[in-house]
């Protein structure tokens, strides 16, 4: 059962389709994209996306008016 709740962008569903469809799209423009260019695109994506947020966090907790508690 799924109780967890997490960003869509954080999703590795979403962002393997959104890479899959552009893959597709690549592909029908003349582009050869292989499997596994796929699945290290997406994870780079993830860990990028993760990284953006770590900094934003860092960046928001650096520019607070209060203390954490």
Same mark, same amino acid.
């Given at each position: 059962m799924?109780?967890?709740?997490?960003?869509?962008?954080l999703?590795?569903? $979403?962002?393997?389709?959104?890479?899959? /469809?552009s #893959?597709?799209? @690549?592909?029908?423009?003349?582009?050869?994209?292989?499997?596994?260019?796929?699945?290290v695109?997406?994870?780079? $994506?993830?860990?990028?996306?993760?990284? /953006?947020a #770590?900094?934003v @966090?860092?960046?928001g907790?650096v520019?607070?008016?209060?203390?954490?508690?």
């Open positions: 799924m109780n967890d709740q997490k960003p869509w962008y999703s590795k569903t $979403i962002w393997g389709a959104l890479v899959s /469809v #893959a597709t799209v @690549a592909m029908m423009a003349g582009m050869p994209v292989d499997a596994g260019s796929q699945a695109l997406t994870e780079s $994506i993830l860990q990028t996306i993760s990284a /953006v #770590a900094i @966090a860092i960046v907790r520019g607070a008016n209060s203390r954490i508690g």
